[in-house]
């Protein structure tokens, strides 16, 4: 959906550089989540933003950090990365407001980060 | 703490075929979405179909249904008349009705072959 945009695609680094995630929706949404895939563990929640100046940690946040620079940005930043950081990292989006079942999150194509 | 369980790795169904993915799922809360997202192999995480746990009439989207059981905490998701565009990798996924997180809890996957 590229309502949802993710950059860059794909990306390498090496142990110990900082890299940054962004992340940008059009849909108009408030809240946004940024979740990390790992093969065989399905998709885990590390920060999320309900608005601009509203951030707040997942289940899985340490060595990353969020910046919410507008209601349609949400970056990731990996302070120094590592080698088990390597996955592939999805942004997704929700409405606040409504009826409850209709908040569905929609996903940004991913980023998959190699880590050397 | 709610968790999300899908028992077959892999699927696999011929064309036009009708196949079954298993779902469940554990939980204490009564108020509580349940959803399933498809990933192809362009990594995009794309919504199927949506179910409320207050609803006791099984979503239908289409070629995708769901049988949901909720006594049983069962979440499965049927695909009639399969084309090859369904294969991919299928998540089931919960989210709170109360949550303050709103995240979604994903399962670890089924992937679905679809041969010719």
């Known amino acids: 959906d590229a309502d949802v945009t993710q950059t860059p695609r794909n990306r390498i680094t090496k142990t110990g550089k900082r890299i940054m995630l962004e992340c940008s929706q059009t849909?108009?949404?408030?809240?946004m989540y940024w979740y990390r895939q790992d093969p065989g563990l399905g998709l885990r929640l590390i920060y999320y933003?309900?608005?601009?100046?509203?951030?707040n940690k997942g289940e899985i946040s340490d060595g990353y950090s969020v910046s919410r620079q507008a209601q349609a940005k949400f970056s990731l930043s990996l302070e120094s990365a590592i080698p088990n950081q390597t996955a592939l990292y999805f942004c997704?989006?929700?409405?606040?407001?409504?009826?409850?079942?209709?908040?569905?999150?929609?996903f940004g194509p991913g980023t998959r980060l190699l880590v050397l | 703490a709610q968790t999300v369980t899908q028992s077959q790795p892999e699927m696999s169904v011929q064309e036009a075929e009708t196949v079954t993915l298993s779902c469940t799922y554990d939980?204490?809360?009564?108020?509580?979405?349940l959803f399933w997202y498809k990933q192809p192999p362009s990594r995009q995480m794309i919504l199927v179909i949506r179910?409320?746990?207050?609803?006791?009439q099984n979503a239908t989207e289409n070629r995708f249904s769901v049988n949901f059981q909720k006594a049983a905490k069962s979440f499965s998701l049927k695909i009639s008349d399969s084309q090859l565009g369904d294969a991919a990798m299928y998540f089931c996924?919960?989210?709170?009705?109360?949550?303050?997180?709103?995240?979604?809890?994903f399962g670890t996957g089924t992937l679905l072959a679809v041969q010719p």
């Open positions: 933003s309900f608005d601009v100046k509203d951030i």
């Open positions: 939980t204490s809360e009564s108020d509580y979405y």
């Open positions: 179910q409320e746990a207050y609803k006791q």
């Open positions: 996924a919960y989210r709170s009705g109360g949550g303050a997180t709103n995240k979604l809890i």
């Open positions: 997704a989006t929700s409405a606040s407001g409504g009826v409850k079942y209709q908040e569905t999150q929609y």
């Open positions: 849909k108009g949404h408030d809240r």
